[in-house]
């Protein structure tokens, strides 16, 4: 046996090569064991590497079915507060348009109801109108009668004046004619 000073560790074919020299007829046996271990070794590590990736495939399939399902949940929470603001928007919307309807039909009716008082108002005016037409008309007619009979009596006046003034004319004449005729029976008769 040599002793080598070699500090590194022998490669794993100087370890196979030794094992060789050293194991004799059982190498053979050990060697066909060895490569039967080999063989169900590399058979269970493609087992455990084809594991390993059906459990990485099953791990992303689970996490994507887990993004899925939360991605499902965000989805009908948000599904859940659309249905519910769209209910709310149509609620109010349905109250918004009760209440207009209600107050456009109060006001209407508001409107209907002054409009009926105008024209109530109006056709009292009118009628006040008409009357006081009618009054004045009738005064008109009185006033101008009792004109034309203020005329009439003027003029009945002034006949009467002239003839008052022509009998005063006639009397003073009459009374010139007495006085020149007998002044002292004048004044008698002035007396009497």
Excluded: C, W
């Excluded at 209907?112 to 024209?119: D, R, S």
């Excluded at 034309?148 to 004619?177: D, I, P, S």
Aim: hydrophobic share 45%.
């Amino acid at each position: 046996m040599s002793v080598s000073i070699d500090s590194t560790p022998p490669s794993q074919t100087d370890q196979y090569m030794r094992a060789a020299f050293e194991g004799g007829t059982d190498f053979l046996t050990r060697m066909h064991a060895l490569s039967e271990a080999k063989a169900r070794h590399d058979e269970s590590l493609a087992e455990l590497n084809l594991g390993k990736t059906a459990k990485a495939a099953f791990d992303e399939a689970q996490r994507q079915r887990d993004d899925a399902a939360a991605k499902l949940t965000e989805a009908t929470a948000a599904l859940e507060a659309a249905k519910q603001t769209a209910a709310t928007t149509v609620a109010d919307a349905d109250k918004s348009a009760a209440e207009t309807l209600v107050k456009a039909k109060n006001d209407a009716d508001a409107l209907i109801a002054e409009a009926k008082q105008l024209q109530d108002d109006a056709q009292q005016v009118k009628s006040s109108a008409d009357a006081a037409l009618a009054a004045a008309n009738a005064e008109r007619a009185q006033l101008r009668a009792e004109r034309e009979a203020a005329n009439r009596l003027a003029e009945e006046a002034e006949t009467a004046r002239a003839t008052l003034e022509a009998k005063t004319g006639k009397l003073h004449a009459v009374l010139a004619e007495i006085r020149a005729a007998a002044p002292g029976a004048s004044a008698a008769v002035l007396a009497s």
